[in-house]
């Protein structure tokens, strides 16, 4: 059971509305937002809205019957003291919208068990007398509910949390496109990385902008097939390989598919399952006993194959990474005059795997590799003059794509000065690749992670009510067997432990924490973790501000993105980086190095010279800029610095970040890559 928390006003169920006692009318504003939803969604209708009157409107005290596209026009146009007016005359009048939804709403109150408290002590008593605290020893206690049996998970209202904002998704296009996206990963389903994140973010928010998304990935054999919706046998067809012989033969056959339809998270998905093949078996996404790069060519191929034989009428056809960079060479080899309307378009999130590919593997997608064997289209340059040339993946989409992408503004520029892209940097400095390469940032999903309603936190939390953050640390502190202090501040880590990601600067802060008198938590898994667990094994083995898991945990992970007071990104380089994005959403402060998407996400505090600067040039973070110890010391001793001695400066900044991180959901960068497609087909 969920329940629903509000106070000094008004508590929201679904577009519903109920009247609490308060007077408020600094918590009553909110309401503008969920009015407009309530009309939108059909809860609120022209009859109940003409029973009010709308003072200093020129509206009637009584309109006759009006359509619902005029009267939202009218709830549009009125002012903020107009919007007060028409609350307080709906409480005090008790007409027409209660009497229309009195039986409805009291339905919907004891079904979400709504809870109208009068005062914020009142809520926050409540938070605290609701949380199963671990007890002593209890093993992997975030695997249970935070909270006790009869209280269920609590949320906040609606009107208290902080939203996204609405100007991104108040008006879909007139127009809308086809996007098939062509991902080796999708979340939850096919998730290792971040890319798996994208690929549902972004196909979520191009469908709140009311285009036509689908998404074609391979149907793993270890996949958990619960979480796809309607799952279903959508058809079985042919596509095309090759086996290149001695002599350079190429020896063409055809693999039957099978095509499964169904539903992630609301999107459109086609698994295509390769018959007779060994291909995407096994017993995690990755890794298999066969040959990855054939299994990847034969699914682009298959990719293909299916969007022509199905009659798909697409626009943009949107690869991801190297396992898809064969779709765009593909495309305008074999299938452009075959979907004429369409454009290719790729999304580079890492430069780390290139693709690098033998000729004769090329062949698993019914074409020779020799087609693409020239520097001009895929040749890898490293391997000239080798036996055999090897071809790039990555290189040869680049070349191939009507646009390419990468995951930050910053990270592309890098990749194109600053030695970040390797020998690929020579391809994208070529003007006609510069001319269509671009960084977009990456959003985060804003309802998974949000703190007012985040089912594995003990008390949910916001900007308008932001004590259930320091619940958290004491649950998280608690439930670790770390001290219970509040003031110590809780330095937090949670990555792949792996060279890019600062090994070295993660060791070096762990120790410098726990000299400072702060507390130290890890979260992760990774080749490069031994200096770490040395540190946590040896040196701090009793050390009660110190708790590092190496291992995964995505309930323990949205804990400790709660009880953060600090989070730490090092990165060498980070193309984009979620974990900031998350810690500021949970408000967090973020320490990070200036690199691809921490530069593009995190602001310096003492960069804008303050702290009440307007935003976005107000800082949110503490940012450095060198690879050793001493540059990220000087960040971790400003933070400090700022936490003991101006308690009121770090809960303002803290708070702040829960408001203005909601600017990092997907919708505003869905909005860049809707420019983008429609640019493309502009062409």
């Known amino acids: 059971m969920s329940n629903t928390v509000c ?7 679904d577009g519903f509305f109920s009247m609490a006692q308060s007077r408020s009318i600094a918590r009553k504003l909110a309401l503008k937002r969920k009015l407009r939803g309530g009309l939108s969604a059909g809860l609120l209708d022209s009859r109940s809205l003409s029973s009010f009157p ?73 938070l605290e007398d609701g949380i199963a605290w671990p007890e002593a020893g209890e093993q992997e206690f975030w695997n249970r509910g935070p909270r006790t049996g009869d209280d269920g998970t609590m949320c906040l209202s609606e009107d208290l949390q902080d939203t996204r904002n609405e100007s991104y998704s108040a008006n879909k296009t007139q127009s809308p496109i086809h996007i098939v996206h062509v991902t080796a990963e999708m979340a939850p389903l096919a998730k290792v990385g971040g890319l798996g994140d994208v690929v549902t973010g972004l196909a979520a928010a191009s469908k709140r902008q009311g285009h036509i998304v689908d998404v074609i990935l391979p149907f793993y054999e270890c996949i958990d097939t619960t979480q796809i919706e309607d799952l279903v046998m959508e058809r079985t067809f042919d596509s095309f390989m090759g086996r290149e012989e001695d002599g350079g033969h190429l020896a063409m056959s055809t693999v039957s598919i099978e095509c499964w339809t169904g539903k992630i998270e609301g999107c459109p998905v086609r698994l295509l399952k390769p018959q007779h093949v060994p291909y995407f078996r096994g017993g995690a996404i990755y890794g298999g006993s066969y040959n990855e790069t054939e299994a990847y060519l034969m699914f682009c191929r298959a990719s293909l194959e299916y969007m022509a034989q199905s009659g798909m009428d697409v626009d943009i056809i949107h690869a991801h990474e190297w396992q898809g960079a064969a779709v765009p ?20 999130h890492n430069m780390d795997n290139t693709g690098e590919c033998r000729q004769d593997e090329f062949a698993a997608t019914g074409v020779s590799g020799s087609l693409f064997a020239s520097v001009d289209k895929a040749l890898d340059e490293r391997t000239i003059g080798h036996n055999p040339e090897r071809l790039c993946l990555l290189k040869g989409g680049i070349v191939y794509s009507s646009a390419v992408t990468t995951v ?27 001319n269509k390469y671009m960084g977009i940032l990456n959003g985060i999903d804003t309802d998974v992670w949000n703190p007012a309603t985040d089912p594995y936190l003990p008390a949910c939390f916001s900007s308008h009510i932001p004590n259930g953050k320091s619940l958290c640390k004491k649950y998280l502190q608690r439930g670790l067997g770390m001290n219970e202090d509040p003031e110590k501040p809780l330095v937090a880590v949670i990555s792949r432990l792996v060279p890019q990601k600062g090994i070295h600067l ?12 702060g507390q130290f938590v890890l979260l992760g898994t990774g080749h490069a973790s ?22 995964y945990s995505e309930p323990l992970s949205h804990l400790i993105y709660a009880a953060a007071d600090m989070f730490l990104v090092p990165s060498m380089f980070e193309p984009c980086g979620l974990t900031q994005m998350i810690a500021l959403r949970y408000g967090g402060v973020p320490i990070v190095r200036r690199t691809g998407g921490l530069a593009d996400t995190v602001r310096d505090v003492s960069a804008s010279g303050s702290n009440d600067a307007a935003p ?18 000087e960040a971790l001793d400003r933070a400090f610095s700022m936490y003991t001695t101006s308690p009121q400066a770090w809960h303002s900044l803290s708070t702040n970040n829960m408001k203005e991180s ?3 959901s997907w919708d505003g960068s869905g909005a860049s890559y809707e420019q983008l497609y429609l640019g493309c087909l502009n062409r």
């Not at 993660?506 to 008198?517: D, F, L, N, S, Y």
């Not at 976005?616 to 010391?633: H, I, K, T, W, Y």
């Open 530 to 551: 031994g200096g770490l667990q040395g540190i946590a094994h040896d040196r701090f083995r009793d050390n009660k501000d110190m708790s590092m898991l190496f291992m």
């Open 54 to 126: 709308f003072a200093s409107s020129g509206l009637p005290l009584c309109t006759s019957a009006l359509g619902d596209e005029e009267s939202e026009q009218k709830l549009m146009r009125m002012t903020k003291a107009e919007l007060v007016e028409l609350i307080l005359q709906m409480r005090e009048e008790n007409t027409g919208f209660k009497s229309h939804h009195s039986s409805v709403c009291e339905e919907e109150e004891v079904q979400h068990g709504a809870i109208d408290f009068d005062c914020k002590e009142a809520l926050i008593k409540a």
């Open 7 to 13: 106070y000094h006003g008004i508590s929201v169920h």
């Open 506 to 517: 993660i060791e070096h802060a762990a120790v410098q924490t726990m000299e400072k008198g």
């Open 616 to 633: 976005p040039l107000r800082g949110n973070g503490f940012v450095f800029d060198g690879v050793d110890a001493g540059s990220l010391e």
């Open 329 to 348: 060479m593909l495309f305008w080899e074999l299938f452009s005059s075959r979907m004429p309307h369409a454009r290719p378009i790729l999304t580079i």
């Open 408 to 434: 930050s503004p910053t990270y592309a520029q890098e990749t194109l000065t600053g030695g970040t892209a390797g020998f690929l940097q020579s391809t994208l400095a070529k003007p006609e690749v510069t």
């Open 662 to 664: 909601i600017c990092l």
